[in-house]
């Protein structure tokens, strides 16, 4: 009985499922296995003790950056707009994030270490002299953090949907279609593997706070990174290698490999998008588990070639993905295609059972390594802002802290996992976007916070409110990320420029912060002294 159910879970139509569960066992064992180490103070749940060397920072810094939306969702962009893709995103991101590393992670890993902060909004809290601040940013970064874990969740279904398909024809008898076929027959139901993934991300955030957050990130980080090179050797090799693969695509679709067709100003306005990581919470919270300054150096130069290794394989196989053939000459692809679903079904088709079951297993590591971070920051911002903060820490014991911070992150877990069921169709790549726009939105308040002295607790106020009020606005103009081709539109001197509508988020939030930070009362000397020291 053994030996046939070892076979069965080992057949062609099931390899690929039993490598993803056995990946997904060994991910809890290491997250759980570093519970081991866990000193059993908040400290310790919430930063690791500021014990988190160059190379983890890295791995996790960098996991915690590359979601869903740089693999699943730059393939399926890169299917539907072409090369131009990687352009607007990928090159951008690699010197925008290393500068704010440089410029913001140093700053904060400094002042949180002089002065214990564990989030964001304690910082926001010292600097501006305002007890209310967190009252206002709270909503808000949680409110756009939902969208951001979303991503992962929709993604991890999509992809095990995607890749166990006849694997379990008496369980599953898959999906009705508009046009009355049945797809999806025996695959796992994107439902239940979200709910299979949001379960093990919670089952080592839950116990092993940010130290199994970290080590299990640079495991993943890891993992996803070299199955990703592995990933797109194969497929390459699979069409013929690169040049053949290119060429088919030049001959197909030769407007797919040329930059995108947009107007200039709005490609160059996607640079602001990425200014989105210096007010990431989640990102936030890792700089201050560094051990030392010196620790964002490694980070700092390594991040941009990091992403160069992860963007360009996935965009080059989502063009390569519009001149595939099926052996009866016609399309694998058509426009049509769910584009979240692009590289899931080449990983499934174009490599064996045994591969692609691999090669899942490091989707999904990209996809967790976020999930992760993003988890346990939600659950310690609730914790140390809202409970802790105005019930008074001598009435709260660290042990209740930490059981605090994990209610709150089961919480959130069960939310966001309620609506993804409730949202379907939206590419992941344009709900990223929305999502990134309204922590860019954000950016100017950070920056202020660390380099302009003359920055108010009023001026804040307006910064957030303006902030979130433009993005709700735009997000609900563009039909709630429904509307991929939505763009701002400026008319001035008889021309009309084309924009991103993240221009509109920034330049509200800017304006509202200087205006009103300059006829509001300045901050005290007392403040001044402690964030701005005379040398």
Not at 55 to 76: E, Q
Not at 125 to 151: N, Q
Not at 252 to 275: C, D, G, M, S, V
Not at 410 to 424: D, E, F, H, R
Request: charge should be positive; proline fraction near 4%; glycine fraction near 8%.
């Amino acid at each position: 009985m053994m030996d046939s159910l070892f076979a069965g879970l080992f057949s062609d139509d099931k390899i690929s499922f039993t490598i993803i569960v056995c990946y997904l066992a060994l991910l809890l064992f290491l997250g759980l296995g570093s519970s081991r180490l866990f000193r059993g103070t908040s400290k310790d749940f919430m930063l690791a003790s500021h014990s988190i060397g160059p190379f983890m920072l890295l791995m996790s810094i960098f996991g915690t950056t590359m979601t869903a939306f740089a693999l699943v969702g730059s393939t399926g962009e890169a299917f539907k707009e072409g090369v131009g893709v990687y352009g607007m995103m990928a090159s951008s991101s690699g010197i925008v994030h290393s500068l704010c590393f440089f410029l913001l992670g140093v700053k904060v890993w400094k002042l949180g270490h002089k002065y214990g902060y564990k989030t964001q909004i304690q910082f926001f809290r010292d600097r501006l002299d305002s007890d209310k601040i967190g009252l206002v940013l709270f909503p808000v970064l949680v409110g756009l953090v939902i969208p951001y874990l979303l991503i992962g969740i929709m993604a991890s279904g999509t992809v095990i949907q995607n890749t166990t398909v006849g694997a379990f024809p008496d369980l599953f008898s898959g999906v009705p279609q508009p046009d009355g076929t049945i797809k999806f027959v025996g695959s796992i139901p994107k439902h239940l593997a979200s709910a299979v993934i949001c379960g093990v991300v919670l089952v080592y955030v839950f116990f092993g706070g940010m130290r199994g957050t970290a080590w299990a990130n640079t495991f993943q980080t890891l993992v996803f990174m070299v199955l990703g090179v592995i990933t797109f050797l194969t497929i390459s090799q699979k069409l013929g290698g690169l040049e053949a693969a290119s060429e088919a695509v030049m001959q197909q679709h030769p407007e797919k490999l040329i930059r995108a067709n947009i107007p200039k100003l709005q490609f160059f306005t996607y640079l602001f998008i990425p200014l989105s990581v210096g007010m990431f919470p989640h990102l936030f919270q890792h700089w201050l588990t560094a051990k030392s300054a010196s620790t964002f150096k490694l980070p700092v130069v390594a991040h941009p070639l990091f992403i160069m290794i992860v963007w360009v394989p996935c965009v080059l196989l989502g063009i390569w993905a519009t001149a595939i053939l099926k052996p009866d000459g016609t399309p694998m692809f058509t426009p049509a295609v769910n584009a979240n679903a692009v590289l899931a079904i080449m990983v499934s088709k174009l490599t064996t059972p045994t591969l692609a079951g691999f090669l899942t297993a490091g989707i999904l590591a990209a996809i967790m390594s976020s999930l992760d971070s993003q988890f346990l920051c939600v659950g310690t911002i609730f914790t140390e802002d809202m409970v802790v903060h105005y019930k008074g820490r001598e009435n709260i014991t660290d042990k209740q802290e930490i059981w605090l911070t994990r209610g709150f992150i089961v919480a959130i877990v069960a939310i966001t996992y309620g609506l993804s069921l409730l949202i379907q169709g939206q590419r992941i790549f344009h709900l990223a976007i929305w999502c990134f726009s309204g922590f860019s939105s954000l950016f100017p308040l950070i920056f202020a916070a660390l380099y302009w002295k003359r920055l108010t607790k009023a001026g804040a106020y307006a910064c957030v409110i303006a902030a979130f009020t433009s993005w709700c606005y735009l997000f609900w103009q563009s039909d709630f990320a429904g509307n991929p081709d939505y763009i701002l539109k400026l008319a001035f001197g008889g021309e009309e420029y084309e924009m991103m509508p993240v221009v509109g988020m920034i330049t509200c939030s800017t304006l509202a912060m200087i205006i009103v930070s300059l006829v509001t009362k300045q901050p005290g000397q007392e403040t001044l002294q402690k964030f701005f020291p005379k040398k």
